[in-house]
């Protein structure tokens, strides 16, 4: 056990899957820890496991960041407390069906959690990293972001969201000491399917990740300064080729003429 510390990580979502093995491999590097979820038994329970295996301090927060109230105890922690270097924006739900099959409740719910929350804590945490010059954000994404065909498109829209926040605050974070990562995981063993009604196995037979594996890569990929990271791609000229596409596109897509193909 090390007495040392690299300060304060922050991970949403943490009583379970994604954000449980973060936290616990984020311990191992040598970070204390701030556990956020609704669960505080589980938040708890996992806190105390973690000290008594590393040494490493953890507090809970408990928050349900469907509330403002709560978004803004984390807000205010985040702004407030020096000590933070880390944050890992995991928390997030799915939903059974697409926009045909439900309500205002459900979609409001899911962009709160996917949307609304990370975005805010992004921007908090960005400020006062910057001001510090020195510290890491980590938002978990989806490969969905690409593929909005599959499943519903609200869930790949939210995870698209996070993917271009925090491409643009990566471009703005150039010649800082902070550094932005979007993860991009595929399938992968967590509890948001079952919550969501889905078996993933019976979904995507032979497609699911372990979440150590997803883990451990997307860590690897934080260590290399990734600005996106896809554990499950096998052949990164793919991605490449598709970033490079789009890059290329941009400075054609505003002009003071229509494209001829729209012309009578």
Known sequence: MST????FAIVTGASSGIGEVYAERLADRGYD?????????????????????????????????????????VEERLASDP???????????????SLLENGSPAIEKILAINTVAPTILTAVAAKAFVARNNGGIINIASVLA???????????GTKAHVLNITLSLAEKLKGTGVHAQAVLPGA????IWENS????????????????DLVDAALLGYDRGEVVTIPPL??????????????AMGPNLSRKEVAPRYRR
């Open 197 to 212: 009604g889905k078996d993933v196995d019976a979904l995507l037979p032979g497609m699911v990740m372990e979440t150590a």
């Open 33 to 73: 820890l701030i556990l956020v979820a609704r669960r505080l038994d589980r938040l708890e329970a996992l806190g105390r496991k973690i000290t008594e295996r590393t040494g490493r301090k953890v507090e809970t927060l408990q928050a349900d960041l469907t509330l403002r109230s709560d978004l803004a105890k």
């Open 4 to 7: 040392d510390s690299k300060g």
């Open 188 to 191: 992968t063993r967590s509890e």
């Open 83 to 97: 000590s933070i270097t880390l944050l890992v924006n995991n928390a997030g739900i799915s939903l059974e069906g």
């Open 234 to 247: 096998q052949d990164e000229a793919q991605f490449e080729a598709y970033n490079s596409a789009r890059l």
């Open 146 to 156: 690409f593929v909005p065909e599959m499943f519903d498109g609200i869930y790949s």
